[in-house]
């Protein structure tokens, strides 16, 4: 039993460190608060809760089933980092290149707000939960535990699912208190920092990609 205890307490600990710095519910919170900077409180909180659930999902059915979705479709993870990273750079590029507060601008003066939350509904799961919330990155470290967490006993492979799994919850309550009060913080700092946080932003999140993308090609060359 004790030793239950401990990998379930030591997988809960490793998942959510292994888990944070990919995820980066901080600095996603940043770079995606634009998409929200027309709704209401209330409109936030809903859009957001269902963020978190889709995270939730996306990393539980990556810890749990993954590799078989990975058998069944023939493919590899360094061909999801590739992948991603390629998506990932695509959105840090866009985000770059468009001049958002022009664009912000047009999009108050020529919709109503149910119109903004329909529009923002599509966008939930793509881009704004994968590959910006839950991507790439997340997947492979996911994969990279739940190998590394593989045992031969049901209660040990129970215990080992679980650590990891609230590892996962405690991320996802991280990203939920900070998409939430994005905005409170750019506020406070003011309109011309928050210029440059998101541009700031959308300039790592293309590192980011790129630097996922070339791990995935550096795997691909190895393998």
């Given at each position: 039993m004790y030793d239950y205890f401990y990998s379930f307490i030591h997988l809960v600990f490793i998942g959510f460190v292994a888990l944070f710095p990919v995820v980066n519910p901080i600095g996603n919170a940043f770079i995606l608060n634009p998409y929200f900077s027309n709704l209401s409180r209330k409109e936030r909180k809903k859009v957001?809760?269902?963020?978190?659930?889709?995270?939730?999902?996306?990393?539980?059915?990556?810890?749990?089933?993954?590799?078989?979705?990975?058998?069944?479709?023939?493919?590899s993870v360094p061909v999801i980092q590739l992948a991603g990273g390629i998506m990932i750079c695509k959105i840090g590029w866009e985000f770059l290149s468009t001049d958002k507060p022009k664009q912000n601008e047009e999009i108050a003066s020529s919709k109503a707000e149910s119109s903004h939350m329909i529009s923002i509904q599509e966008k939930l799961f793509y881009p704004i939960t994968f590959p910006m919330t839950t991507g790439a990155g997340t997947i492979a470290v996911l994969f990279t535990l739940s190998a590394n967490s593989e045992a031969k006993t049901l209660p040990n492979y129970l215990a080992n699912t679980g650590g990891l799994l609230l590892s996962i919850i405690g991320i996802c309550v991280l990203i939920?208190?900070?998409?939430?009060?994005?905005?409170?913080?750019?506020?406070?700092?003011?309109?011309?920092?928050?210029k440059?946080?998101?541009?700031l932003s959308a300039f790592l999140i293309f590192c980011v990609g790129l630097q996922i993308a070339i791990l995935g090609i550096t795997h691909l060359i190895k393998g």
């Open positions: 957001v809760k269902k963020i978190v659930f889709y995270s939730f999902c996306v990393s539980a059915i990556t810890l749990i089933g993954g590799h078989w979705v990975l058998e069944l479709f023939g493919l939920y208190i900070f998409y939430i009060n994005a905005n409170r913080f750019i506020n406070y700092m003011g309109s011309h920092s928050e440059i946080v998101n541009r």
